[in-house]
């Protein structure tokens, strides 16, 4: 596998998106009680950069999630990480790189509601709605993408790539 000869997304690109989104996010969340909740480990440079931008409080937690896919669709989720603030009565905003099949999202929302947080959204910096496998819908979401695999800016092949300030397509090697 090898990345596309030019970024499909350039940093200053990506950082419009998500000017966008810390808008939006800051006029949604305005006067509500609301906690950032980064998914470890895609989402930690697209988190950083959204909730900078961003103009009104939100308090700050983690979750990481990993995600065994396999013949089953259900697919079993654990959290290696899980959220260490008490979520009951806060609005709780999950922080997503991509979202793909939907599954990991899907139990992260089911674990967030079990902790009867006043309401739940999702937000996405990269969406691939083709590819999902489960009835779920990014409630802001930076950048369509079609069924395709991207690496950098946080999200990885087997660990490599997350460094990267662009966004590029995983080719396969001729
Ligand atoms: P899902 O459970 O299939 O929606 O997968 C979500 C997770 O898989 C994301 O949070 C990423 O960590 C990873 N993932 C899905 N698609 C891509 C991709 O195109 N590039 C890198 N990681 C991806």
Redesign the pocket.
């Known amino acids: 596998m090898k990345l596309s000869s030019s970024p499909l997304y350039t940093a200053s690109q990506i950082q419009e998106r998500v000017e966008v989104l810390a808008e939006k996010l800051s006029q949604d969340y305005a006067g509500r009680e609301t906690i950032a909740l980064i998914?470890l480990k895609?989402a930690l440079h697209f988190g950083s950069d959204l909730l900078r931008k961003m103009t009104v409080p939100v308090s700050i937690d983690f979750i990481r999630a990993k995600?065994y896919k396999g013949a089953a669709s259900t697919?079993r989720v654990e959290f290696l990480v899980p959220p260490s603030l008490p979520l009951k009565g806060k609005h709780v905003v999950i922080i997503?790189?991509?979202?793909?099949?939907?599954?990991?999202?899907n139990a992260i929302l089911g674990r967030v509601n079990a902790a009867k947080p006043a309401s739940v959204a999702i937000c996405s910096l990269f969406d691939?709605p083709k590819c999902r496998e489960v009835d779920l819908r990014g409630d802001y979401v930076g950048i369509e993408l079609e069924r395709?695999?991207?690496?950098g800016y946080g999200?990885?092949?087997e660990e490599r790539y997350r460094e990267l300030p662009d966004v590029y397509v995983l080719e396969e090697e001729e």
């Open positions: 998914v895609g995600s697919g997503e790189d991509i979202l793909d099949t939907g599954l990991t999202a691939k395709q695999f991207v690496v999200m990885d092949y």
